[in-house]
């Protein structure tokens, strides 16, 4: 049976209306009388379904809508058109029941207070979302045992450091124990050993609790090592949904397999050849003891698994374009109609 969907989409638009200044005294007086309105529009017709236990990353570059898509799907602000809905309960209008299985982080925004230790917060937090103050503080000891921040508890926000306090904010965020998570740039200005300490714990934790993520980063390191499915934002638009394997196959296609055989071992030979049918692969060239294959991204694991069987192999690479590339490919296409596939990929399961 399919997992239930806990969050949707259906042509989903949004857009601002502001006007233009003109410029001086003139101009403000001016526009007291008489304004220029324009129209933004940073959502256009967004299709989206979201099923529980799914970590999604969301990208997309500055303006492409990745901020207002969260918080219009979150409530905080509302559709121009189309209509979006969690736990099937409209957005702009969830109820507390609702809410407490919501939660959210945004890179710049602080849910916990300033002056406060974050144990304090914590204190309050469960409070608001009436959860036993046993129960929140196994889970905060747990969760700050594992982030390496049990040390700081009992210190202020304040005095806290960048990485620190974005430590303690996504311990608030899962104090509650929450069935869908958003995540907005939760490793900004991070330094690397904090960004993978965040990373291995939502992936520990979206296993172990199920808890629906959506991932908003521009470090596509954070997508690439943590999300299992990807969606871009482009102007508005969606323009990818699908799994890192997907995109790569239709944009690049190819993989290349290098492989370094153990002395001794099969040597290769033009009986070979047939071996590389059933997969679409290719002998690019070989040497005495290597080999170097080029076969379709579709196929590469089960080639691989194959290659292991058929020869002594001492070491094995894969060439991948990082996703950085991947999404600079889409970026230059602007629409994966133009690389001849369908807009929207068949999502992994």
């Not at 990208?59 to 099937?88: E, H, P, Q």
Request: proline content about 3%; hydrophobic content about 45%.
């Amino acid at each position: 049976m399919d997992a239930e969907v806990v969050l949707r989409a259906e042509a989903l638009g949004k857009v601002f209306r502001t006007f233009r200044r003109k410029p001086g005294l003139a101009g403000v007086l001016a526009n007291f009388f008489r304004r220029d309105y324009v129209e933004i529009r940073a959502l256009d017709a967004i299709e989206l379904e979201i099923r529980r236990g799914e970590f999604v990353g969301l990208i997309g570059s500055n303006g492409a809508g990745k901020t207002t898509l969260v918080k219009v799907l979150t409530g905080i602000v509302a559709a121009t058109s189309g209509r979006s809905s969690v736990f099937g309960a409209e957005s702009f209008a969830l109820g507390d029941r609702e809410k407490r299985r919501l939660a959210l982080v945004m890179g710049q925004r602080s849910q916990l207070w300033w002056d406060l230790p974050a144990l304090d917060s914590f204190h309050l937090l469960a409070e608001i979302y009436e959860v036993p103050q046993e129960r929140m503080l196994e889970r905060v000891r747990a969760f700050a045992t594992r982030l390496d921040v049990a040390d700081r508890l009992d210190v202020q926000l304040r005095h806290l450091s960048l990485g620190q306090r974005m430590k303690m904010e996504i311990i608030g965020a899962f104090v509650h124990e929450p069935e869908l998570v958003f995540l907005d740039e939760p490793t900004i200005g991070l330094d690397l050993v904090s960004r993978e300490t965040i990373r291995q714990f939502l992936i520990e934790t979206n296993r172990r609790e199920g808890a629906t993520i959506v991932l908003t980063s521009h470090d596509l390191e954070d997508i690439e090592s943590t999300c299992r499915r990807l969606l871009i934002l482009d102007a508005g638009r969606m323009l990818f949904d699908g799994d890192l394997v997907e995109l790569q196959r239709r944009i690049v296609g190819e993989r290349a397999i290098e492989l370094h055989l153990e002395p001794g071992s099969r040597a290769w030979s033009s009986e070979l050849e047939a071996e590389l049918e059933p997969f679409g692969a290719k002998l690019v060239r070989h040497g005495p003891l290597s080999l170097v294959f080029s076969v379709p991204a579709a196929h590469s694991q089960r080639f691989v698994q194959h290659l292991f069987d058929l020869f002594t192999v001492r070491d094995l690479a894969v060439e991948r374009l990082p996703l950085e590339d991947l999404v600079r490919d889409v970026f230059k296409s602007r629409t994966l109609d133009a690389l001849g596939a369908p807009a929207r990929a068949e999502r992994a399961t």
